[in-house]
């Protein structure tokens, strides 16, 4: 038998990565990542926010051979998520981006590229491997699409002409020499739908995100207080945003399904935002065990429930906001005063006063104060309107 070519081992790969589960495959060669130029500007500009570990590690991300020695190719795989938003109901879930609906993908893509890897080295004996999703000092975007799997949109989501941009991805690093895939071509034109989508302002310009502005960062990387003057901005969002990709006219209409790994369990589609705000250790455990969500803690999805509630602006969720007026944790007790102070009415007023009252931090009861005025505005306007 003659010698198998890099091109018929490449096309082995993708089809045992499809085999496993994955939508799509392509192969990438490892040599310098087009993207890197981007990935330093960025960092200059202080774009990655507070995510003190995109600083670190970077001629790594820029240059992947380094990873490992012999380190050559890539098996880039994506995997579809749920893109309707029509498939949840309540008042959580469209505030929860859609890849983060069901099962953690960490975990879902983890197990089969750890499969997919087994498979290549026991197939080709000596070859070494690592797998990533979202762990490794990979430009996971970069990489992909140098290996066909779509190509930089000017959100900077990775996009697919059938498939939008609604997929993770995870790649396969290995000793082999494989021939590469073709990248495809732009497919944004002169559209900038998703730049006038964005409600912070977080696309100042195409192909650049401000992690400072976006409403992602703050529900899922951010720890500790929210900025003021971000608070309202968040709108409904509890949990990461799909604003820029809702936008996207590619993801209209998608001509592939989503894995079911990905939608959400019966068990959590009566979670709802006072639920979310009250949650206790033993409930989040039990409640969002195998979820991506847990990445944001308990705390911050408390917080971020409390925010989306105030924003809904509804008299309902004045009690559950008083309760937490009275949490252990101060972060929560000045979010919840916001939240009340922008719902506002008579009852809220009451609750902040009564706050004020017992508060022991100075900065809680700042937030109080502001709060109150703003919950006693509200009020007047309130029997104003009704006079
Ligand atoms: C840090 C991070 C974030 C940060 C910063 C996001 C950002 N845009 O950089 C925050 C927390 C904000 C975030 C949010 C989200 N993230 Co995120 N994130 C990452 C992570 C860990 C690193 C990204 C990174 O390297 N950024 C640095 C910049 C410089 O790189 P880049 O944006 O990838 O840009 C590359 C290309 O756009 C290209 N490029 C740049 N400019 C130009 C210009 C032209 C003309 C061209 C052709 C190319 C090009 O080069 C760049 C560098 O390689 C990756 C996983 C990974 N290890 O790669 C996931 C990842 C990018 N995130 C992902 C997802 C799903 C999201 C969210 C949709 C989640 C949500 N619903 O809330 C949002 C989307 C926000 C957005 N518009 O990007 C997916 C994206 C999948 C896809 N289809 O693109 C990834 C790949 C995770 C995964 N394993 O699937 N994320």
Redesign the pocket.
Known sequence: MGRVTSTQIARRLRAWALELGFDRAGVACLKG????D??R??LERG??AE?AY?AERVAL?ADPREVFDGATSAVCV?LQYEPQVEAVTGDLWPGV????RGRD?HNV?GKRLRKLARRIRVGFPGTETRH?????P?????L??RAGL???GK?????HPEAG??????EVLTSLELEPDEPLA?LCGSCSL?LEACPTG??SE????D?RR????W???HRGAIPAEMRSALGQWV????V??EACPHNDRLEVSPDPAFSLPASRQGLDLAALSALDEAAYQEVLRGSPMKRSRREGLRRNAALAMGNRGDLQYVPPLGRMLDDGDPVLRSHAAWALGRIGGAEAAALLLGRLGVEGEEEVSGELISALARAEERASELRAGSS
Do not use: K
């Open positions: 990542a087009v993207g890197a981007s990935l500007r960025w774009d990655h995510m995109m991300r994506a981006a859609r890849y983060a993908y893509m990533y999703v979202d762990t490794g990979v430009l996971e975007r970069d992909a699409a779509g190509v930089a959100n900077t989501m990775l996009l941009s609604y997929f993770m991805l995870g732009d998703c977080a696309l195409p192909y650049r995100l992690s976006c409403i992602s960062y529900t899922i990387e949990f990461g945003c799909d820029c990709q």
